[in-house]
């Protein structure tokens, strides 16, 4: 399994959640965040905006499907057909284990086991 964390602009989250629910991946964690890239912020005038508000969305997927998503929150999340700075980034890393607390049932490498409390 593979964890995605997609850093977007606020106007794109509506886009790139539609795009992710269209394409067959409803489950998304979503955090409003503030940060700064490369551009070092935003200068105004005699103002400089250094923490840009961002939104944050985390997906784990199956290994096969890493490919499909980026694809997905890419052309979604882009603007325009080139892009812009401030577009954002996708980090990608392996999920080694994860545990539905409800029915207590882990996942690892594809298995399936229940976990007694």
Same mark, same amino acid.
């Given at each position: ?28 964690? *979503? ?34 499907? *890493? ?14 057909? *080139? ?13 080694? /284990? ?8 882990? /996942? ?10």
């Amino acid at each position: 399994m593979i964890m995605i964390r997609s850093i977007v602009r606020p106007e794109k989250v509506d886009v790139v959640l539609a795009a992710l629910m269209e394409a067959g991946f409803p489950a998304v964690t *979503k955090m409003g965040v503030v940060g700064r890239g490369k551009q070092r912020g935003i200068k105004i005038g005699e103002i400089t905006y250094d923490e840009i508000p961002k939104e944050l969305l985390l997906m784990v997927v199956n290994d096969g499907d *890493k490919d499909f998503v980026i694809k997905t929150v890419l052309k979604a999340a882009r603007s325009g057909d *080139k892009g812009a700075y401030g577009d954002g980034k996708i980090f990608v890393s392996p999920v080694e /284990e994860v545990y539905t607390i409800s029915s207590g049932i882990k /996942e690892s490498g594809g298995e399936l086991a229940e976990v007694k409390p």
